[in-house]
């Protein structure tokens, strides 16, 4: 599954999908098979990140699939295996010019307010129930439906964790970005320095 011919494929078929729920499966899928060889150092590890585009095809996902928390989740955890080593860490907080680190920065900033609003929302429904009436039915509907929001939840604050640990990793590199390509340009047409 390592090989860079599977590697390149998978990633094809990654970079085809869109966000409609025909879709969701393939990059779930796609998804579970990048965190689980991002997570072996004995070789596809490194083979996950010499494919040619892997982090930007990983982030783009992210981004564009926000709201499916169990995704973002296995992205995440994806590229913090892959900034696990100090070197692979250094190349992606680098990538695009340090672009990577933001987009990644700006996803968990939106999926931490995304789950502080979800508390205080979670909080004010439990109080509006706990006030009012309602028949045996409508309790057991609502219950439902409680269940099904706290899985939600729970995959969100375990995304929003993946996510700060990544942006933790990142971060410890993001000094180390260099612009030089930019600034060579700009000296060699005389423009000023930043």
């Known amino acids: 599954a390592s090989s860079p011919r599977a590697l390149h494929s998978l990633l094809r078929v990654m970079r085809r999908c869109d966000r409609s729920e025909g879709h969701s499966e393939v990059l779930r899928l796609a998804h579970d098979v990048l965190e689980t060889l991002s997570g072996d150092e004995s070789g596809p590890a490194r083979a996950v990140f010499d494919a040619k585009d892997a982090v930007t095809v990983v982030t783009e996902h ?6 499916r928390f169990e995704l973002v989740g296995a992205a995440a955890r994806t590229l913090t295996n892959l900034c696990g080593d100090a070197a692979r860490a250094r190349a992606v907080a680098r990538a695009e010019r340090g672009r990577v680190t933001r987009r990644v920065r700006g996803i968990c900033e939106i999926l931490g307010n995304t789950l502080a609003a979800r508390r205080q929302n979670d909080a004010f429904s439990r109080r509006a129930r706990e006030s009012a009436e309602s028949g045996q039915d409508a309790f057991r ?41 930019a600034l060579a340009s700009r000296r060699a047409a005389g423009g000023p320095p930043p």
């Open 62 to 67: 992210m981004q564009m699939c926000r709201d």
């Open 141 to 181: 509907n609502q219950h439902q439906a409680d269940r099904a929001e706290a899985r939600s939840t729970r995959a969100l604050e375990a995304t929003v964790r993946s996510m700060r640990e990544l942006v933790d990793r990142l971060e410890r590199f993001e000094g180390e970005v260099r612009y030089e390509p």
